[in-house]
């Protein structure tokens, strides 16, 4: 059972498919890597997205509608409804709407801006926690101040969150220095999910079953504890997130240590 809970495949709902036709040809493509359960999360509240805006009964009905064309192109995959949630200081508040959650109301994917980490997102992050809704950040290795400093990432897993990285990431379609992050924090043992964030049936399109192989050239057989998660999220089960394998890590130079101090204090 291979499930692939990050993905834009619902059409014309943000920015990722565009028609009905992109829609299936990504997700044949799904199934001929052994995906059984899409988890499609839509853009929720980002700002290049408000005319996309929903509600979880119209999410239902568009995922519903989907599934119907699925069925009837014989392709073997059952779909489900989420979002993934830009990041705002309202998390807390908006949590209460399930159109934003997944796993009944456990999990709420959440991105940020590439660029900056918003001033007092912790603390944010923490009372979400506190309200019984697990954060899930998305794609932490596309983010500026991460690929600068990775252990932002230990201090996010300490504060109650969930790591995923995109498949793209890996497989070295979404950047050098995403995948050189994503690389290092399944080295270090920091990842939990990886998702697949396809946009499209062209350059971003599922790759779950690639990344997930890249992966276990790098951690072997804990990958298979990763691909587990995603079933336990599917399933509304609890997903540990104390991670406490470490991978050995080649020891940086100075010159990497002192670059590493000076942008951490930019």
Known sequence: ML??????VLPGADDGSKSLEMSLNMLRTAAQQGITDVVNTIHYQHPKMDEFSITNEELRIKIKELQVEVDKAGIPIKLHQGTEV???????EIAKDPVTTIGNGKYLL???????LPEGYRDVLFNLVMSGVTPIIAHPERY????????????LIQAGCLIQIDGGSLTGSLGQSAKKAAMEIL???LCHLIGSDAHDDRRRNFCLSESIAKAREIIGDDV???????????????????VSI?????????????KKRIFSNA
């Open 246 to 258: 470490s991978y050995p890590v080649e020891e940086p130079s100075f010159l990497a240590r002192v």
């Open 224 to 242: 298979d504890r990763i691909v587990h998660n995603s079933q336990r999220l599917l399933t509304s089960e609890s997903i540990d997130t104390e």
């Open 3 to 8: 499930i692939d809970f990050h993905n834009h």
């Open 110 to 116: 959440v991105e940020f801006q590439l660029h900056q």
């Open 86 to 92: 830009f990041y705002l200081p309202n998390l807390v």
């Open 187 to 189: 080295e270090q043992g």
């Open 144 to 155: 500026n101040p991460i690929q600068r400093n990775i252990d932002i990432i230990r201090d």
